[in-house]
């Protein structure tokens, strides 16, 4: 791939106040993110600005993965919330609405990661989808040679990517790396590991993730999907399996999900205009297809729930 420009300085501006949910590059900025894979930062540069407080916002395009060193707080991700205390680490996958209540003074690193960057990892090491595949935070009290092996990495990485000097851009990997394979062991402690996939299996994911992002509105049946990759749907299945543990059409099923509990909780749309939103000519086909994904009805989910500041 080209050599990437490195690393987006950027400057806090504070969330926008739409209505709508914010989606970020990076917390509070919304500029382009040119060609660049991945930023690394000192938590303490946004989070003291803002009173330790991020507010609740999503990234299209990254992934970020937060290494707490000391202090605590609270995380949330998509209506739940998640208590934390040093040390930590903090993993926000792509399009997951967060935000974080930090205790005043929390120190720590801040990696994130461009999602088309992800996705050429991912077909490298297949494996990486555990580390991805959830928002979760885990806790690094009994792993200490886990914690110094993140924070040496990242600090290393930081380096790297300040001082742009001869072989950054592989060395920069080479830490990355680091970063992925310690989180992925660690997180293989607490369940099974899942078996190495047939080659280019992650490849085929990553494509059919990646179709599904820009398409689940559209209401695609799965053969398109199947004919835009080019393989057949006994392939998809087969790829998915492997990789995921879910069928093709489950994947598609749950970004809807996703998507319509997001729009459930943090916007003023009916349930109807959701229901449109997301491409469904009938309202109440939407109510039933949520009510049997779920166990709940639309309405019934959205009482439940309460939007607000992380507590």
């Known amino acids: 791939m080209d050599t990437p420009a490195m690393i987006r300085k950027t400057t806090f501006v504070g969330a926008k106040s739409n209505g709508e949910i914010p ?52 995380m949330m991700a998509d209506g739940q919330t ?6 930590a680490v903090l993993i926000v996958p792509v399009h997951v609405v967060h935000g974080f209540q ?9 990696l994130t990661l461009a999602e088309t960057y992800q996705r050429t990892l991912l077909a490298r090491v297949a494996e990486f989808e555990l580390v991805w595949k959830n928002a ?54 607490e369940g099974d590991m899942p078996a190495p996939a047939p080659r280019g299996h992650g490849a085929i ?23 835009e990759l080019n393989i057949s749907q006994g392939a ?17 099923h749950d970004r809807i999900i996703i998507e319509a509990k997001r729009n459930l909780i943090y916007s003023d749309m009916s349930v109807a205009q959701i229901a449109y939103w997301l491409g469904f000519d009938d309202p109440s086909y939407f109510s039933r297809f949520f009510t049997k994904q779920t166990g709940e009805r639309p309405a019934t989910f959205r009482q439940s729930q309460k939007y607000g500041a992380v507590v």
């Open 23 to 74: 989606r970020f590059f990076l917390y509070g900025d919304d500029s382009p993110a040119g060609s660049w894979f991945v930023n690394v930062e000192p938590l303490a540069k946004r989070c003291s600005e803002s009173n330790w407080y991020i507010a609740p916002h999503s990234h299209p395009h990254f992934t970020q993965i937060v290494l707490v060193r000391s202090g605590s707080g609270v």
């Open 82 to 87: 998640y208590e934390f205390d040093s040390p």
């Open 102 to 110: 930090y205790a005043k003074d929390t120190d720590g690193w801040v």
């Open 136 to 189: 979760r935070t885990l806790s690094l009290a009994n792993t200490p040679k886990a914690f110094h092996m993140l924070n040496e990495a990242l600090l290393q990485l930081d380096r790297e990517l300040d001082e742009s000097a001869a072989g950054a851009v592989l060395a920069a990997e080479a830490y990355v790396s680091t970063v992925l394979v310690t989180l992925l062991r660690e997180i293989g402690t």
């Open 205 to 227: 994911v990553a494509q059919f993730k990646d179709m599904i992002e820009r398409r689940y509105r559209e209401g695609w049946p799965l053969a398109r999907f199947a004919e």
């Open 236 to 252: 998809l299945r087969t790829a998915c399996m492997n990789i995921t543990g879910e069928t093709p059409v489950k994947l598609i």
